[in-house]
């Protein structure tokens, strides 16, 4: 399996709302992230997960919240966020962590609408 | 930022026509990877170029780079339809890619 896969493909939500993204990966990868992308823009990164510890999180506002329930699971949870958090959200995984330059494997996104 | 730049923004050529885009960075690096997007879905992985290496070739894309420009150039050769997509280069720091601003490429049958 050299898949990873997000559910939904699609969310709308309002600003109230809370909702959670999830991101899954049985490839045996330790590295997992979150990475948000706008219209044509490129992919931004917002958290790392590292063995299942958050190692990097790029000053991502408070109203999301990522979680690592296990090797093989990310989570992102979503919680009175704003129209311009309206975007794509993508997942990728990798192998080890701690190399530099691992190939990253994206699942499809979750394309996300705030009203 | 480290973002990198790439040129041209967007690119129209003809099925058969070869396609070339180019991405500058600013920071030295280990190795930098090239990522095809399709209409806003996730990214795929073409091709991987070390630091120590100038040229590459993977089936009908061939990467260059030159560390001493800070610049890298992908070449799709023979395009077809199914290239229409957008690239981006991403340079690798620990645990991150920061990708470049991106190529749309769109190929006409």
């Known amino acids: 399996d050299t898949e990873v896969t997000q559910t939904p493909k699609h969310l709308v939500m309002g600003m109230t709302n809370k909702k959670s993204l999830k991101c899954e990966q049985h490839m045996g990868h330790r590295a997992m992230y979150w990475y948000k992308q706008k219209a044509k823009k490129p992919p931004e990164l917002m958290f790392v997960y590292s063995y299942e510890k958050l190692s990097i999180n790029e000053s991502v506002p408070s109203r999301f919240s990522p979680e690592c329930p296990n090797s093989s699971l990310l989570n992102l949870h979503l919680h009175a966020l704003q129209p311009e958090d309206s975007a794509l959200y993508l997942c990728?995984?990798?192998?080890?962590?701690?190399?530099?330059?691992?190939?990253?494997?994206f699942g499809p996104g979750t394309r996300l609408l705030v009203l | 930022s480290q973002q990198g730049e790439e040129d041209p923004q967007a690119l129209s050529i003809q099925e058969g026509e070869n396609a070339t885009m180019n991405c500058s960075y600013k920071t030295s690096i280990n190795n930098l990877q090239w990522y095809r997007q399709n209409s806003g879905r996730g990214l795929v992985h073409l091709i991987l170029?070390?630091?120590?290496?100038r040229e590459k070739h993977s089936g009908r894309l061939r990467v260059t780079l030159d560390t001493s420009k800070k610049s890298s150039s992908l070449l799709i050769t023979a395009s077809r339809a199914a290239d229409t997509a957008s690239y981006f280069c991403?340079?690798?720091?620990?645990?991150?890619?920061?990708f470049g601003t991106g190529t749309r490429l769109l190929v006409s049958p």
């Open positions: 991403a340079t690798t720091g620990f645990q991150k890619l920061v």
């Open positions: 170029i070390r630091s120590n290496e």
């Open positions: 990728a995984s990798s192998l080890y962590p701690e190399a530099s330059g691992e190939t990253q494997y």
